[in-house]
């Protein structure tokens, strides 16, 4: 199996390291994420080649993890400041990488005006969610309950996003856009992200 491994240190993931593994098969890539970490032939080079619904969804995953861990919190204390602070610097930066280099893009296709619209709507819900949020007195009952309403947004949204709109968008663009709008998207996130 030839894989080409990417370790990646940022000091404002909640990972200190990020590990992207490429596989030239889908029965590789499965074989690989049970194996990760004891996989002996892995190669550490810079730059892999990395597709745009892959960088989309390592945004994703860390989203997930976020909001789930803000409506676990109680009341306002250090852990729902960070949480809160974690979800919204991850939102803001994707979203805005997102539209520049996913949304945007797909909308010169006749097929991606509709559902780049869709996307770029509920962005903005998620946005006014959070700015109820700001607005809020982070220890009232009503803050929490925002709280859940922007989880449901963000786990409706990434749903919407990696069932429909992924393979919608895969059909529309060639593998080098989605390469080329990959290391955009990535470049753009990571300098947000750092200055959030
Ligand atoms: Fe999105």
């Known amino acids: 199996m030839k894989v080409?491994?990417?370790i990646k240190t940022a000091k404002n993931y909640e990972r200190n390291v990020w590990i992207y593994a490429y596989a030239t098969s889908p029965c590789e890539r499965q074989l690989l994420s049970r194996g990760l970490g004891y996989a002996p032939n892995l190669i550490p080079i810079e730059e892999a080649l990395v597709n745009i619904f892959e960088a989309l969804r390592e945004s994703h995953e860390r989203q997930r993890g976020y909001a789930e861990a803000l409506v676990k919190t109680h009341g306002e204390n250090k852990e729902?400041?960070?949480a809160y602070g974690q979800l919204k610097a991850e939102l803001q930066a994707h979203e805005t990488a997102e539209e520049r280099f996913f949304y945007?893009?797909?909308m010169q296709y006749d097929n991606g005006v509709d559902l780049s619209r869709h996307a770029i709507s509920e962005h903005h819900?998620?946005?006014?969610l959070m700015e109820t949020l700001?607005?809020?007195e982070m220890s009232s009952p009503s803050w929490?309950?925002?709280a859940k309403k922007l989880s449901e947004k963000v786990h409706h949204h990434l749903k919407e996003e990696e069932n429909k709109f992924f393979q919608m968008a895969g059909k529309l663009l060639d593998e080098?856009?989605?390469q080329s709008l990959a290391k955009e998207y990535v470049k753009e996130y990571e300098e947000l992200l750092?200055?959030?």
Not at 125 to 128: K, L, T
């Open 4 to 6: 080409v491994l990417i």
């Open 80 to 82: 729902r400041v960070e």
């Open 104 to 106: 945007i893009p797909l």
């Open 125 to 128: 819900e998620m946005d006014e």
């Open 134 to 136: 700001d607005e809020t």
């Open 144 to 146: 929490l309950a925002t």
């Open 176 to 178: 080098q856009e989605k």
């Open 194 to 196: 750092a200055e959030a």
